[in-house]
């Protein structure tokens, strides 16, 4: 089976990505981006009650239907502990969510920060989360890392779909066959930063002063590879997620119409050729390929 492409929306809202130049996605813009994918079979998107008004413009922009599949994440909760009047601000929060969508039911409600599944009284929590299953306003429950071990003292029975960090330099969750085990216990995985906001699409020479030459150097290596065999950057980011049977879905942020076709073309030219030639590739400092630890304009995604 093919990974699936789910559009990640956070340039829709916000000012986000470090190679962003352009800032945040205006409505026009992100029109024609939807219009174009929906024609090519794109039925995924991914946003969240922090990525401004993304909701709001998915909302406007958005056909209605089954056929489309909606992923939102829960703002995190400040409280330090639950109880069993945290469920009135949850409620809220998703009401203003499908409102702000148009729509009656989505397909995943992800919580947005993992720690908010281990704190004092996340059984309140976990209760009403099964509860929007049952009366079918959210179809899975999910939760987004960072790091593998954030998964250790969550119960997993209660989660559906996960969505984890993922690329040619982030490979933390291919070691040990982590990623594996999920998949074999029945978890939806889907797969985010693939691009590493735009750092491994661009040539090193164009990238922000704020990277280390050594990291330049990771970077030219790659190039050096996708010049040798004839293939561009993004087809390399997305041919490595490709080869992984166990991804359900790479989340991708496209800021315009000429991303939007170039990752749709790579898409179709790597279906048929797909090779994993990238472990060399791994990086382990996390100083560079988790953008919490960047020197500034650090971002979550």
Known sequence: MSRKIALGTAQLGLNYGVTNKNGKVDFQE???????????????????????????????????????????????????MFDNMSEVKWE???????KNLGVDKINTLMIHNSRDLTKEGNNYLIDWLNKKKEVGQIKNIGVSIYEYEELRNINMENIDEIQVPM?????????????????KTGKIINVRSIFLQGLIVSESKNW?????????????????????????????????????????????????LEEAKEIIEAKRRIESIVQNNYKEYKIDDYEFIDPRYWPSDKEED
Request: charged content about 30%; aromatic content about 8%; overall charge negative.
């Open 30 to 80: 992100a029109k024609v981006i939807i219009d174009f994918l929906l024609k090519n079979g794109i039925k995924d998107f991914d946003t969240a009650q922090g990525y401004g008004d993304s909701e709001i413009m998915l909302g406007k922009l958005l056909p209605k239907g089954d056929n489309i599949n909606i992923t939102t994440k829960m703002q995190a909760c400040e409280e330090i």
């Open 92 to 98: 809220n929060a998703l009401s203003q969510s499908l």
């Open 208 to 256: 922000p002063d704020k990277f280390e030459s050594k990291y330049r150097e990771y970077h030219r290596n790659l190039e050096r590879y996708c010049h040798e065999n004839k293939k561009s950057l993004v087809e390399a980011a997305m041919e490595f997620i490709e080869s992984n049977e166990c991804i359900n879905s790479m989340v991708i942020g496209m800021c315009s």
């Open 167 to 183: 690329s040619i330099y982030d490979q933390r969750m291919l070691e040990d066959n982590k990623i594996e085990q999920l998949h």
